[in-house]
T-cell receptor, first 113, second 118 residues
Framework: DSGVTQTPKHLITATGQRVTLRCSPRSGDLSVYWYQQSLDQGLQFLIQYYNGEERAKGNILERFSAQQFPDLHSELNLSSLELGDSALYFC????????????FGPGTRLLVL | AQTVTQSQPEMSVQEAETVTLSCTYDTSESDYYLFWYKQPPSRQMILVIRQEAYKQQNATENRFSVNFQKAAKSFSLKISDSQLGDAAMYFCAYRSARGRAGAQKLVFGQGTRLTINP
């Protein structure tokens, strides 16, 4: 158990819908990262937050957004869902911005029908 | 941009034997970190081992060790005394050591699926 929690574990929804994925980092970790794992794109970085502020964006679609709250949990919002958004979404956390090791949560498996 | 390549989509090994998974990367940076993550059927991403580029000594964690060749930009993972529980997808990952925004992201290879034959 990495100490990073993600909810829900599974999510099934329809095209055009909006969902929210939640992540709680390890105790004491200030940085949260979101990654998407899909069959065709592999594991890709989406976005990073540090202590409530956005620090970096990767291959994140405009239909996706995220935020980190004062209690340091983070939410990833996916809207206008398409079939191709079906994937495993991971949250990872690290102590600071420059701490080299990221610990991953169990992931949320999203299926868009 | 940095890239990570795992040229072996699948590998198999007999239980108790040794197997080596390959990884190469491309970067213009001199300071960085390299990782191997394991993803078993549960899909959890588990850190196996990490290597700091400034360290010449190869990292070791119990049955897992790496062969880090900085000049060749190669980072292979050796698993000794393979066990059934080692069966998983293994991902090689790169992370810059720079402090600039966006440098902290992990860049992953495509993965190698390891099968352990009893």
């Amino acid at each position: 158990d990495s100490g990073v929690t993600q909810t829900p574990k599974h999510l099934i929804t329809a095209t055009g819908q909006r969902v929210t994925l939640r992540c709680s980092p390890r105790s004491g970790d200030l940085s949260v990262y979101w990654y998407q794992q899909s069959l065709d794109q592999g594991l890709q970085f989406l976005i990073q937050y540090y202590n409530g502020e956005e620090r970096a964006k990767g291959n994140i679609l405009e239909r996706f957004s995220a935020q980190q709250f004062p209690d340091l949990h983070s939410e990833l919002n996916l809207s206008s869902l398409e079939l191709g958004d079906s994937a495993l979404y991971f949250c990872a956390s690290s102590v600071g911005q420059n701490q080299e090791t990221q610990y991953f949560g169990p992931g949320t498996r999203l299926l868009v029908l | 941009a940095q890239t990570v390549t795992q040229s072996q989509p699948e590998m198999s090994v007999q239980e108790a034997e040794t197997v080596t998974l390959s990884c190469t990367y491309d970067t213009s940076e001199s300071d960085y970190y390299l990782f191997w993550y394991k993803q078993p059927p549960s899909r959890q991403m588990i850190l196996v081992i990490r290597q700091e580029a400034y360290k010449q000594q190869n990292a070791t964690e119990n049955r897992f060790s790496v062969n880090f060749q900085k000049a060749a930009k190669s980072f292979s993972l050796k698993i000794s005394d393979s066990q059934l529980g080692d069966a998983a997808m293994y991902f090689c990952a790169y992370r810059s050591a720079r402090g600039r925004a966006g440098a902290q992201k992990l860049v992953f290879g495509q993965g190698t699926r390891l099968t352990i034959n009893p």
